[in-house]
DNA sequence: CTGAAAGCGCTTACAG
DNA sequence: CTGAAAGCGCTTACAG
């Protein structure tokens, strides 16, 4: 294996001279970083990383922090980011979290400990991005959200417009003739920051648009992203309003718990009741019936939060905050009301 | 950040003691081995793994390799895994690739870019395993199939068993009445070591222990583990062998593919044909009809897989292979039938 | 059993 | 613009 020294011979300068060429110093001649640059890809020299490291005291992966275990739609953006990452010769780093806990304190421990040179987000409340992130100060990514409005110049981000794509479920819903919607999943908070809650708000401005009725204590429960959760919410929103004709479902996972839900009632998904999700996973394509959902683009989310973190933390770019596009996907789990059962 | 040095300062002894401490070397007397941990413990001291590693060139990250890209079973696996390196206080880096190419060849170039300290591999071709290995000298191990009889004293692994698993399945299909069996998933091969292929040979053995004719032509369809591969392989399966009655799918990815075959063929599981796949994920338990299935035990598999790694990684001990428990999951997918259709 | 010292492969003031 | 040198925090022969 090489080292910089063994450049440093080759191409007849000093290590010192190599080291700044490897490291994009702009004090070097041109003469000299032309040869020495020939050296190092002839050798096809590979700095020791963990020496470089020992010096700069951090390491050279980037850490991905998942929030939500067996969540499939971060999962899916997960392997995108990895399989980008590995193309771009990273290292990574993965860390997965429960939904309820602080990704920020996570993610400031991992900073002392592993100091990766980047962090990208796979969920995140940004009340906690709010609280803390000012503790961070390498270049990160929050991806399914948007961090704009918090102006952190580290801190960049790539989501789909989560409220105007639950408008979009909603009007959905209400252009297939449901007027008793209920929905499942998210909480009502003033508070900023969650994805569910968001989704939640969008749906709710949409019902209000319609003039549709909506009672959040009757019409509404709240649960976390997953089928088991989606499951046990479901079955209470059954119970509580009996004439429910159509449910919005703030991700697909809860979906698939609602499906099962309703099944286990003795309802038929769409027969007695219409119902949509969001995310788009793999499985709404296989789901019995086919779940009607809002799709996300992963790939492009994933794509476009590894090449701008890349970008920062190689040339110190700035920030940005982008929007992705979403499709509403019908499957067959929404049914056409003829008559309004108003 | 405390440093060995201060250590050493504290303690009373050589920054070359505290060194032999830390790694466990037998040449310290038991006292400065007392008296040193427990200045390690007070100062909460942790060694610098750059400056390790610069030293002994390799880094300390447990790499681990998932077989499989958007296999909900390998990554329920991962998580736990996860988990519990994390919990460990171990380093994780995670790489995914498709289920067709040689994890061998991904592990040996990961070994001389990133020098792990020890491989997990998730998945895994027996075949790879036999040709290749050799040349892997870290601590690995192999979860989802056994790797004992290839005799590497650097390679554990941890398993169900699968072709015990498989008779089980096809025993409780036959139990219900069936006898006009169809397989989907695996393959053929006198070959060893895919998880597909013993599957299928523990079926066909059980299939032939009942004297229940089976014909790989027409009564099996080969395809890989995706909820895609499942639903085309069934379909062709479907039009082969019209007097089906029951289908084992090698994994519970492949028979949410089946499902969907069978209802987009106007066939309803389990009234027009009955279903039992493999794995267990959490799908099963929500999926319309719930999934009979063959259970693996996840957390077990992972926390084994971990605990040998961590133990051969710091104190050498030799290489085990374990299997781990199953159950049969019953579901609601599989029909009992009364009057046999032979 | 223990310590002093060399050295792992880099980076970065410092001096010129 | 370049080189010589110190030093990052460890490990490990070597000597005792």
């Keep these: 294996m090489k080292t910089i020294k063994d450049i440093a011979r080759l191409s007849g300068y000093s290590i010192g001279t190599v080291s700044r060429v490897i490291n994009n110093r702009p004090d070097v001649s041109a003469e000299a970083r032309r040869k020495i640059e020939e050296v190092i890809a002839r050798e096809n020299f590979q700095p020791n990383s963990n020496a470089k490291l020992l010096k700069q005291r951090e390491t050279s992966a980037i850490t991905v922090i998942v929030k939500g275990i067996n969540n499939n739609f971060l999962e899916s953006i997960l392997e995108e980011v990895q399989i980008s990452l590995h193309m771009h010769g990273e290292d990574i780093n993965v860390v997965f979290m429960d939904e309820t806990e602080n990704e920020i304190d996570t993610a400031i421990q991992i900073c002392s400990t592993q ?69 499942v999943g998210g909480s009502i908070s003033s508070e900023m920051g969650q994805v569910g809650s968001r989704r939640l708000e969008g749906a709710l401005a949409e019902l209000r648009r319609h003039k549709i009725p909506f009672d959040v204590r009757k019409d509404f429960v709240s649960c976390r992203f997953s089928m088991e959760e989606g499951y046990k919410a479901a079955k209470k929103l059954l119970e509580k309003k009996k004439d429910i004709t159509g ?21 038929k998904v769409p027969d007695d009741v219409s119902l949509i999700g969001f995310d788009g996973i793999d499985y709404t394509k296989y789901s019995n019936p086919r779940l009607a959902t809002i799709q996300q683009d992963v790939r492009e989310l994933a794509k476009r939060s590894v090449e701008d973190l890349l970008m920062r933390i190689n040339y110190s770019r700035p920030a940005v905050h982008g929007m992705v596009m979403f499709r509403v996907i019908t499957g067959e789990s929404i049914k056409e009301l003829k008559v309004s059962k108003q």
């Design 115 to 183: 100091k990766p040179k980047g962090i990208i987000f796979l969920g995140g409340n940004l009340k906690y991005f709010q609280e803390k992130f000012r503790l961070i100060s390498i270049p990160c990514v929050l991806v399914t959200d948007t961090a704009s409005g918090l102006g952190f110049d580290n801190l960049s981000s790539f989501a789909t417009d989560d409220m105007e794509a639950a408008k979009e479920a909603i009007a959905y819903l209400i252009h297939k003739g449901h007027r008793k919607i209920g929905i």
């Design 247 to 267: 449910i919005f479902a703030v991700s697909d996972m809860i979906a698939i718990g609602v499906i099962r839900a309703c099944a286990d009632k003795g309802l």
